[in-house]
């Protein structure tokens, strides 16, 4: 089994819709076993199996600046 990781994304959310992207994208990925999404702190922890940059990508396609 892969190890877990703990990421943290910087990401530019205005919105609670823009949060709410985020979070639909990181529930329905594989390798994620939990994340936090802060609106306040414009910050995404993200812990799981899944690697870097798969999440990075799927955070990305949300159109949300990283």
Do not use: W
Request: hydrophobic share 35%; glycine share 10%; proline share 2%.
């Amino acid at each position: 089994m892969a190890d877990e990781h703990t990421y943290q994304f910087n990401v530019k959310m205005t919105c609670g819709g823009c949060s709410g992207a985020v979070t639909r994208v990181l529930s329905k990925m594989d390798g994620v076993t939990s994340f936090d999404v802060s609106l306040e702190k414009q910050e995404v922890i993200v812990k799981g199996t899944a690697p870097y940059d798969a999440v990075l990508e799927k955070i990305k396609k949300t159109g949300k600046e990283v």
